[in-house]
């Protein structure tokens, strides 16, 4: 194992701590961008709150409004011109994982000359990473994205349908304030999507990642046994303050990379959800809980010992021997069935998704990424052919 690891953003965590914003605010700029999605922040109070907060530190705040779900260019667009017209010297995303997406590309385009889908059109012919960003706070209101804590972000192309992503330095926020509070209001399927989403960014590593890395197969799991412990909980009660907590906690930890550290590994389930989500525009989470189950079948023919192990570990299946195939298909079948209960959906048909467009889907996704044979980089790696069986396993 050879690997760099750093993370410097600094996490505030805990109940109530939204109101803080100010004060942590005012350490980093004084007139900020604050950048929300639909409104929720606005009916439950959570953005009047952090307002007045900001304001009673001396920070002014300009505010964008509207970031869809599925951020668009062009919201990216707007936030990064607001910006610069009013002289923001600091970027807040508050909501979701799109929001936040939004927010930490708005923070980079600010400065970054030219057209910013170039930052975002990953290993294409013009592209070309930001260096510098406006300093960038966090604020999620769901638990799911993981993109609180980490220098990603997700942004879709309106106008060619592509979703691509960006994964820059300047990226990471300066502080990501996660008070679980926030995520009282969330809904039952939201929050499941949510819990959806967190548990395929650790399958994601744990099954595509270089062999031998026996600590992080652990931290994966835990996540993953975590988030099946009290991902339900939450579900059932929303004002469930400890399950919110503990889904929270679960979430930053899956995706600030130290899951990930030294694992080396793609996340083909979610280069293929990416591509329904940009068509479709469905919640990121719910084409999750479909594409994951159906690559864990297409994958597991060919590297069963490794489903064995989910299987072993996290559902308690005692194996045959290490390459247990009825014991891997059991593992897969018993997640497929957790997700089904906390209410998230297994077949696309339930995405009122059908087999028009397969063989364009697998062809958006091995655009966005590919390796030198074409393919969709991953454990095994995926021709097109691939990628339109597993998508023909989940109709
Ligand atoms: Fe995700």
């Known amino acids: 194992m050879k690997f760099e690891f750093e993370n410097p953003t600094h996490l505030v965590f805990g109940a109530g701590r939204l109101s803080q914003i100010g004060e942590i605010v005012s350490k980093h700029g004084k007139k900020a961008l604050l950048v929300t999605g639909g409104g929720s922040v606005k009916r439950n109070r959570t953005f009047e709150r952090a307002v007045s907060s900001l304001n009673a530190a001396g920070v ?49 385009a600010v400065n970054y000359e030219g057209d910013p889908w170039e930052m975002i059109a990953h290993g294409q012919s013009n592209w070309r990473l930001p260096t510098s ?32 992503f960006v994964i820059a330095k300047c990226l990471y926020p300066r502080v990501a304030i996660v008070d679980p509070e926030l995520t009282l209001s969330v809904p039952q399927d939201q929050t499941a999507f949510g819990i959806c989403d967190l548990i395929t960014h650790v399958t994601e590593s744990y099954f595509n990642g270089a062999d031998g890395t026996p600590l992080q197969d652990r931290f994966a799991e835990g996540v993953i046994l975590t988030a099946m412990e009290w991902g339900p909980k939450a579900v059932a009660d929303g004002n469930n303050l400890e399950a919110r907590a503990q889904v929270q906690w679960a979430s930053v930890v899956a995706l600030n990379g130290w899951v990930q550290v030294g694992t080396a590994g793609a996340f083909p389930v979610h280069m293929i959800e990416h591509v329904l989500s940009a068509h479709h525009d469905i919640a990121h989470g719910a084409g999750l809980s479909v594409v994951n189950p159906a690559w864990m079948r297409f994958a597991a023919q060919t590297r069963p010992a490794r489903f064995a192990q989910f299987a072993q570990r996290i559902f308690g299946l005692s194996l045959k021997h290490p390459d247990d195939r009825d014991a891997a298909m059991e593992g897969i079948d018993r997640f497929e069935a957790f997700l089904h209960s906390i209410g998230c959906p297994t077949r696309l048909s339930q995405l009122e998704i059908g087999d028009a467009l397969l063989e364009r889907y697998a062809q958006d996704t091995v655009h966005v990424i590919h390796d030198g044979e074409g393919r969709l980089p991953g454990r095994p790696p995926m021709s097109e052919k691939d990628i339109i069986e597993i998508l023909r396993s989940a109709l």
Request: hydrophobic share 40%.
């Open 133 to 164: 960003a406006l300093p960038i706070i966090t604020v999620p209101t769901l638990a799911a994205t993981g993109s609180e804590m980490n220098g990603g972000a997700v942004i879709t192309n309106e106008k060619t349908t592509v979703k691509s």
């Open 60 to 108: 002014t705040v300009v505010e964008c409004s509207g970031v869809e779900p599925n951020p668009r260019l062009s919201s990216v667009m707007r936030g990064a011109e607001i910006a610069r017209n009013e002289g923001c010297d600091i970027v807040i995303g508050m909501g979701g994982g799109s929001t936040m997406d939004a927010a930490k590309v708005m923070a980079a």
